[in-house]
């Protein structure tokens, strides 16, 4: 048994200049992609909604051209001013709003929903946006449509495409197993898929503080909203990754393997007869994902966790690898798969097949899990970031989440939680897989604060699941991770 403290990673902007914040290295540097062709320099953006959201919606876009100030300038690291929106600061990128562009949705239609049962509503109002999302696109072809949540719907259970970042704190795969209502959220994603618009969506709580009262006084489910500095920084960066950007990538020493991570999750079928992979979500170090549809999992009568049969861990791993190989014209040399369930036996070998058909230098299967060991500092304040006990050479316990030296103390409002890394097969030390998935912490485009508990794999493979139960089995899913974020 023997503790570490692992360094904070850093990340790589433009011009290859390194920061560990992801607002520090936009400001100061620009995006990760700024001096590449694919850079984006406008963003097209459609807006669906009632009229008077869609002005809401259209007044906030434009002052975020303007600077932002943090919330609060006594600690720097922790609230950072957003710099605007425009083509000298921040993502160096400008917003094209075009009246074309906007689809208004009639007040009558929506007076409707209000008289009908969640998942009747639900449904009914993905296919108003639906029916207004078509003809957007047959009018003009949008970077990215922005579609405001309706204030019938934000008493219910959807959330916005950006979320604090203690709502994405848990591990909990046995989420699998319960049956939840439609989300309008996942129903309008999943559904618009064909028409190949990434979406955004928002309320009017994320711009407005007094609707964001108003909301919280109507429903049981309170929910924090960020600083206006915060919430536009975590809003126009998913936005700019929507549009084909790339905010930062994870930093590669020119002698290290190229490697993927793959992130695999489970989801029980739209019609409740079964349980499936949700994917293998696979990442390169640019952030770049793709998605894979599996295969069906069952619970094992010995553990009562899920698991995939050896034929179908062999078919989702060597999917994801190919949908990789189609994506970036080449394998990686070295892969990742996390999980939040162990790997049976079945799972390492068909893993394992694949891999070496495919002609992988390596590959590591790491489970990911709430572990019960805590860790302890001297005082009150909790753990550092990047504090480490390691049970074993295959075992040990990483705090993702904790104080932070940039920030000078602990963020969150809960006591934070570690996470628990398991390797079933490993081939760097224990430590290099710690370290890689504290980077891994970062790679999150829906929240500009590095200290997310998950890696991106496991977090986005949710993510993913959540949306993906709602296409047909038979439908070709979308590979592309910004359809689904």
């Not at 207004?132 to 916005?160: F, K």
């Not at 050479?393 to 398991?422: K, M, N, Q």
């Amino acid at each position: 048994m023997k503790g570490h403290l692992l360094e904070e990673p850093v990340l790589e902007f433009a011009g290859s200049q390194r920061h560990v914040d992801p607002r520090f290295g936009v400001s100061e540097f620009g995006p990760a992609d700024l001096m590449a062709a694919g850079h984006p320099r406008t963003i097209t953006v459609g807006i669906i909604g009632a009229q008077a959201d869609i002005d809401e919606v259209s007044r906030w876009l434009d002052a975020a051209r303007e600077p932002i100030a943090a919330k609060d300038e006594k600690r720097p690291g922790l609230w950072r001013a957003f710099p605007g929106f425009t083509t000298d600061a921040g993502y160096r990128c400008e917003l094209v709003l075009d009246d074309r562009l906007k689809r208004a949705i009639k007040q009558s239609d929506m007076a409707i929903l209000e008289g009908l049962d969640p998942r009747e509503r639900d449904e009914a109002s993905a296919e108003l946006y639906l029916s207004e999302l078509r003809t957007l696109v047959e009018q003009g072809r949008p970077d990215v449509v922005i579609c405001h949540i309706p204030d019938v719907l934000t008493e219910a259970e959807p959330e916005p495409d950006v979320v604090p970042i203690e709502q994405e704190d848990a591990i909990d795969v046995e989420t699998a197993e319960h049956e939840e209502p439609a989300a309008f959220h996942d129903l309008l994603k999943a559904r618009a898929m064909p028409l190949r618009v990434p979406l955004q969506l928002v309320r009017s709580s994320t711009f407005d503080p007094k609707r964001a009262r108003k909301q919280k006084n109507k429903s049981w489910k309170l929910r924090q909203r960020q600083d206006d500095a915060s919430v536009a920084w975590n809003f126009f960066t998913a936005l700019y990754y929507k549009a084909g950007g790339t905010p930062w990538r994870m930093v590669r020493a020119s002698t290290d393997i190229e490697a993927c991570y793959v992130g695999v999750a489970f989801y029980k079928t739209a019609d409740g007869n079964g349980i499936a992979t949700s994917v293998a979500q696979v990442y390169n170090q640019r952030g770049d994902g793709v998605v894979v549809r599996g295969g069906p999992a069952q619970k094992s009568t010995e553990d009562r966790q899920l698991h995939l049969s050896e034929t179908d861990a062999h078919d989702v791993l060597k999917s994801g690898l190919q949908a990789y190989k189609d994506e970036h014209r080449h394998l990686p040399g070295r892969g990742i798969v996390h999980k939040t369930s162990p790997f049976d036996e079945h799972e390492r070998s068909g893993m394992l097949a694949a891999a070496e058909e495919l002609g992988l230098d390596s590959l590591e299967l790491v489970w990911v899990s709430n572990p019960t060991t805590r860790l302890f500092r001297d005082g009150y304040h909790p753990p550092y970031r990047g504090s480490m006990l390691e049970l074993g050479a295959d075992h040990g316990v990483l705090y993702s989440r904790g104080s932070v030296e940039w920030y000078e103390t602990y963020a969150g409002l809960y006591v934070p939680r570690p996470i628990s890394l398991r390797a079933a097969v490993i081939e760097r030390s224990l430590l290099a897989v710690a370290q890689e998935t504290l980077a891994l912490s970062k790679m999150n485009w829906n929240s500009t604060r590095f200290d997310g508990r998950l890696p991106v794999t496991l977090r986005t493979a949710r993510q993913v699941a959540d949306i993906i139960k709602y296409v047909a089995p038979n439908t070709p899913v979308e590979p592309t991770y910004a359809y689904y974020m």
